[in-house]
C-alpha cells in the first residue's frame, strides 16, 4: 500500500520519506485521492518507521494517509471528529503502545473516550491487541481498527512497538534480548537498526513479529465489510 | 465591497466562485487558482485604467500588467485570458455592495472586444450580441486601445514581489508626488521598527556616475540604496508607498509571506487589519500556514481563510475558520495537504 502524509513537513512524514528513500520502498505518494483509510499514529517514532516498512511489504496501490496528532496515547482519540472531516468514508487505525496498562483497561478507556466525543459504538470483534469498531459519528459511519503494540512473550515491565522490533533483532540477527525495558532495549541497538530494517524488508514472514499490525493495517488495506470479521480466520 | 467573484473561462478557471471577506486569505496547492482570482480582480475595474506601475519607462495599465505577469509564456497578444487559450468568450462576473456587475472579454480574432456592465462604452454588435465595448486587445499582438481610463467599480491594486521592480520604477518616475504625499518618513519610521538599522527618511539622490535612486537615510546620515537592502525591507517600503499612491478600496497580494521574516509579516498583519479597519478591503495569497494563521489570528473576525483548489478547470473554494485550521493541525492534518479532500 502506498502512505499520503497528511502533514509532510512532520517528523513522522519526514522519517517515513528518510526510510522509504534508505531502503528503497517506493510507499509515498503525492496521489491524494482516494484515501482507503488513515493511519494515526499514537505514539510517533519509531512508529512511523515500522508503518512504512508494513507498507512495503502488504505492497498494493491503495493510499492510506498518515497523521500524528498533536495529543499522544489515548489523547489521539479526541481527533477523530476532525480526521472525519477529511475521510469521507473509510477505516481509521490507530496504532498505540501498550506501555505499564492492562489491555481491558485500554480498550475501555478507548470505548469512554469515543463516546465522550459522541461517538456510538455500534458493534465490536475483538482480539486481543486488535479491537475493530463499527461507528457511527454525526450522519458518518467508520470502523475503527485500534493496534495496541506490545508482545505477550516478553516479559517487559512496559509493552511497545519496540517489542517487535526487538523480536524481529532477536529473530532475524540472533540478537540476545536481556532488556527489562524494550525502549532501552531497542536503543542500545542503535548501531544495528538499519540492519534490523533492512532484514525486515526482505524477511520470508513477518506475521509473528508484527502479528496485530499486520492483521489491522491488512484490514485497513482490504476493507473487508464488518460482518466478515467475524468469520475470518 | 466585492462580496463574491464568479469566473468564467478566464485563464485557468473554467467555472468557479468564490465569496470575499473583508480580509480574505487564500490558501492553496501550486496551480489552484489563487493567482487567477486577484487577476481577475485586478482586470474587474476597467483593464484599461492606468496603474502605479512603469515598465519600459511607460506607466502601464491593468491589462498590461497582467500581460506582463505572463511574459515568461514567450507569446504575445491576450489569448492567454481565455481558458485553454481557445474559449470565446471569458466573464468575470462580481458583486459589488448588493449589485451585479461583468466584465467580459469576447473574442473575434484577432480582436478581443472588452464589454463591462458598467459606465460608458460603445454599443457593438459581436456575434449577432449587443455589447458596451469599452476597448480592444489583440491575440496575436499586445495592443490596447483605450477609451476610459477609470475604475468603474471598486479600485483594485494588485501586488507581488515580482510587480515590485515596475512600482520601483513608479517611484522613480514620481518622486515628486510621492514626497508631498508624507509618506516617506512614516514608512522609514516602521522599516526601522522591524530592522538593525534606523531610517529617518526615504530619498532620491544622484549615485554614483549620477544616475538618480530611493535611497533609505540613515540616522548616522548614511544613504543606502533601495536596491542594496534586503529584498524584504525593499518590498515593504515599495509596498507601503504604493498602496499610498493607489488608494485601492481593494488591495490584492499574490504571494504575500515571499521575502518577509515572521516579525515582518506581523507588521504586515497588523497594517492589513487596520486597512480594513477603515473600510477596505484586503485579499491575499499564500503557501504558508504560518502566514495564513497570523494575518487571520490578527484580523479577527473580519478574516477568512479560504481553501482553494482547482481540478480540470473547476475552481472551488472552502470556507475554514481559524479554528479549524487549528483543529486540523492539532489532528496531524496540514489543510494545503488535505485540501482535495476537503473539498
Sequence with gaps: MKLYPLSPTSKSAVNIGKISRKFRLKILTPEHTPLAGIIVLADGTPDDYVVALLSYRLNGEKVLGVVKPEEKRLGVFSIIPTILNVLREGKIAVLIDQENEDLNTIFSEVSRRLSGIGTIIRDIVKEERLWVYKCEHSIKKFQLIVIVNGLSEYTFKKHSIEDHLLKAAEKLLKVKIDEEDPKEGWSKLRDRQDEVFRQLKDAKNLDDIFPQQIKGLKLLHNNPSFSQLYYSP | ?343
Design chain 2, 1 to 343: 465591497m466585492i462580496k463574491k467573484l464568479r469566473l468564467e473561462n478566464f485563464k485557468g478557471i473554467k467555472s468557479g466562485e468564490i465569496e470575499l471577506a473583508p480580509l480574505t486569505i487564500l490558501l492553496g496547492a501550486n496551480n489552484s487558482g489563487k493567482t487567477t482570482i486577484l487577476e481577475a480582480l485586478f482586470l474587474a475595474p476597467n483593464p484599461f485604467r492606468q496603474v502605479p506601475y512603469v515598465a519600459g519607462g511607460k506607466t502601464k495599465v491593468a491589462a498590461e500588467i497582467v500581460h506582463l505577469m505572463h511574459e515568461t509564456l514567450n507569446s504575445e497578444g491576450y489569448a492567454f485570458l481565455f481558458n485553454r487559450y481557445a474559449s470565446k468568450e471569458a466573464r468575470i462576473e462580481c458583486k459589488v455592495d448588493g449589485e451585479g456587475y461583468l466584465l467580459q472579454f469576447i473574442r473575434d480574432d484577432p480582436r478581443i472586444y472588452v464589454s463591462i456592465s458598467k459606465g460608458i462604452g460603445w454599443q457593438t454588435k459581436v456575434s449577432n450580441k449587443e455589447i458596451v465595448r469599452v476597448g480592444e486587445l489583440y491575440t496575436d499582438k499586445n495592443y490596447i486601445s483605450l477609451f476610459t481610463q477609470k475604475a468603474l467599480i471598486n479600485n483594485t491594486f494588485l501586488l507581488s514581489s515580482s510587480l515590485i521592480r515596475f512600482g520601483y520604477n513608479y517611484l522613480n518616475n514620481n518622486w515628486a508626488l510621492i514626497v508631498n504625499l508624507g509618506v516617506c518618513k512614516r514608512v522609514a519610521e516602521e522599516v526601522s521598527a522591524l530592522s538593525n538599522e534606523k531610517y529617518t527618511d526615504l530619498t532620491i539622490e544622484p549615485f554614483l556616475g549620477g544616475r538618480l535612486s530611493i535611497n533609505a537615510y540613515t540616522r548616522d546620515g548614511y544613504r543606502i540604496r533601495l536596491g542594496d537592502l534586503g529584498e524584504g525591507v525593499q518590498n515593504y517600503i515599495v509596498a507601503r508607498v504604493l498602496y499610498e499612491i493607489a488608494e485601492p478600496e481593494v488591495f490584492l497580494w499574490d504571494d504575500v509571506e515571499a521575502h518577509f521574516n515572521p516579525k515582518m509579516l506581523l507588521s504586515i498583519s497588523e497594517w492589513f487589519s487596520n486597512v480594513v479597519d477603515k473600510g477596505k478591503q484586503v485579499i491575499l495569497t499564500t503557501h504558508s500556514l504560518e502566514a495564513a494563521r497570523m494575518i487571520a489570528g490578527i484580523g479577527g473576525e473580519k478574516a477568512k481563510i479560504y481553501l482553494t483548489s482547482l481540478n480540470n478547470g473547476v475552481f472551488k473554494a472552502k470556507e475554514l475558520t481559524l479554528k479549524e485550521v487549528e483543529d486540523l493541525l492539532k489532528a496531524g492534518i496540514d489543510v494545503r495537504v488535505a485540501e482535495p479532500l476537503l473539498l
